[in-house]
């Protein structure tokens, strides 16, 4: 019987995975580092709400660390340090390999821009003695969440005479903040009955920005006219050049440590910031690979990765074209040989809400970086389905690292779905797999991840590039 029994252990040993609590798998000494790493990660998401200013603090990091800004007329040498700006809304980091680009580029390729509130091109009108300002939200939420929050608004304006103008309005203490109302229950009677969906629409997106009128005894609109009289006096604009700005209200709170134990972050933006910070760790860290490393910073993720500054724009294939025109060769052979990791959040399991996750194939907070073969929706349907050659290559490495990691899928099948860049870099001949840390309440203005998996994360971006 006790042999039996022990025979039945040894076989579990060899062939079953092993269940063990994330934690317990780090060592201690992995989650000190992970407690001490995501200390200057909380101030950089505190500093980096939009994707403008992901990019520009990332560039100052960058220039700390011996990167100087691409130019195409340089020659560039191995453990060449470089970086490439699409209009300040993505960014390629290079450190050229001892090997170049022969045989490949190893990538990892993040996103920085995240669900938010944008501002609309005519937003400012007046209602019954209130200010507000119109907006278009940004990205998949749910509307009834980015009502009644503190928010800050963030930004670019071109003033009428072409001067540029930063707005950061709302982070500080001393500062207003701005706010999207609600009904109050009493008399919410009506809107609790419908659904979700319905229970707010777009268009009640509306921004609480003032309230006192101008004094005059003569004329309408004077709340509003008093808004645009401080704008004007404090940032020197006027209505219309609203429309050549881009403004985006996001969460006015900062990053926290979630838990007595301190062992989660809670902020705005770890969708995708948290992968974005740890792959621009990683490449900052990274000194003399052997082949050439890639940390790319892509806009527009979250609306589908359109426009010139997403990772469907030809600024990417056109950079591949011009480091491999260094070496003499063709970005298509480039392409072709090279490895990414589309360093991307998934949806960590919630027991709250268990029914929609498949627990076997769902990633857990703690249990380290989630490798997501595919995203992507109903029958497999718009996405990359990474290989096994390349799920191998990447288990391996993970393995070999004593990196902790896990298998993930996003919800049940036909529960719903979503996707990622990892498509767009596998379409153009590249192998590509989904990698990066579990998240809780993904897409909320407060969203939660564990301080290990975004060590974890550090860790295999770095060894990623140095292997
Ligand atoms: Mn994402
Ligand atoms: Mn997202």
New binding site residues.
Partial sequence: MNSEKSKCEELKEKLLIKKKNGTLKMSEQDVTNADEFCEPYKEFLNKAKTEREFIKRTIELAKEKGFEEYNCENKYKPGDKIYYINRGKSLVLTVIGRKGCKDGIKMAAA?VDSPRIDIKPRPLYESNDLAFLKTHYYGGIKKYQWTTIPLALHGKVIKKDGTNLNVVLGESEDEPCFCITDLLPHLAKEQMNKTMLKGFTGEDLNILIGSRPFRSDEGSELVKLNIMKILNEKYGIIESDFLSAELEMVPAFKSRDIGFDKSMIGAYGH??KVCAYTAVMAILDCESPEQTVMTILADK??IGSDGNTGMKSAFFRYFIADIANQEGIKGRHVLTKSKCLSA??NAAFDPTYATVYEPMNSCYINNGVVITKYTGSGGKYDTSDASAEFMFEIRRMLEDANIVWQTGELGKVDGGGGG?VAKFIANLNVDVVDLGVPVLSMHAPFEIVSKSDVYMAYKTFRKFFES
Avoid: F, Q
Wanted: hydrophobic share 10%; glycine share 0%.
């Fill in positions: 996103h969708d995708d993720e979250e991307d959040v990622t």
